[in-house]
């Protein structure tokens, strides 16, 4: 069975700051996705990132960075220059097996102040 | 135009009563998802179809009954609703199954469901 491990659950930085999203997971499988979702306050579910076992390449998106490390089972998500638009719960989640479900981490609040 | 979209947004009822949350795509997916979303934000698949046939079914009390009239649509029925019922319920499609499922999985906008 999978794991992900959000270990921070609320994070409060000033606007401008940069901040820094843990994930740790846990798979026997080889081959599996790891995913980054963003619920605003609003409440929806926003797709952010998708990356494959096979892919260790860093991302990045604009202000948004991801960090992927086989090694130690990681893929951190950074915030450059936080905005006030960037407060929301911030989902890691991974995919393995023959079945497709995502099995998601508890979220990290995350609070960026004017 | 909405990719996952579901009915209601929002739904309050007593404890005991019989309901039911639609949700359709219009991605031309052929997997579709129920998550619960609990009062911890903790998100949990309830069940997955893929072209009509259900493959997850995570434990879910009986009283929830998924149904998937066509690829686009899976509905939840829920009878005899509990107080523990109550939580943010999801939809969610993407394309394939299993690791040849290279898709990532959308959301719909969540249905808030209270039972008093």
């Known amino acids: 069975a999978q794991k992900v491990t959000q270990a921070q659950t609320e994070i409060s930085v000033v606007e401008k700051e940069d901040v820094t999203l843990d994930c740790v997971y846990e798979?026997?499988?080889?081959?599996?996705?790891l995913f980054w979702y963003k619920q605003p306050p609003s409440g929806e579910l926003v797709f952010l990132i998708r990356r494959n076992s096979f892919d260790e390449q860093n991302e990045i998106s604009g202000r948004y960075s991801w960090n992927f490390q086989k090694s130690t089972s990681s893929f951190n998500f950074t915030i450059t220059a936080s905005q006030v638009v960037d407060s929301a719960v911030y989902f890691c989640?991974?995919?393995?097996?023959?079945?497709?479900?995502?099995?998601f981490g508890k979220g990290i609040t995350l609070s960026v102040r004017p | 135009d909405t990719a996952v979209s579901q009915t209601p947004k929002y739904l309050v009822t007593q404890m005991g009563n019989d309901k039911s949350i639609k949700c359709e795509q219009n991605?031309?997916?052929?997997?579709m998802y129920w998550y619960k979303q609990d009062s911890k934000k903790f998100l949990k698949i309830m069940f997955s179809y893929n072209n009509k046939e259900l493959i997850i079914n995570e434990t879910v009390p009986n009283r929830f009954s998924p149904k998937s009239p066509d690829k686009a649509h899976l509905n939840l029925h829920i009878n005899s609703l509990e107080l523990g019922d109550s939580a943010v319920y999801f939809c969610?499609?993407?394309?394939?199954?299993?690791?040849?499922?290279?898709?990532?999985?959308?959301f719909g906008p969540g249905t808030r469901l209270t039972v008093l």
């Open positions: 991605l031309g997916h052929d997997t």
């Open positions: 969610a499609s993407s394309q394939g199954l299993g690791l040849a499922a290279t898709d990532t999985q959308y």
């Open positions: 989640a991974i995919r393995t097996g023959a079945n497709s479900k995502l099995t």
């Open positions: 798979t026997r499988d080889t081959t599996y996705y």
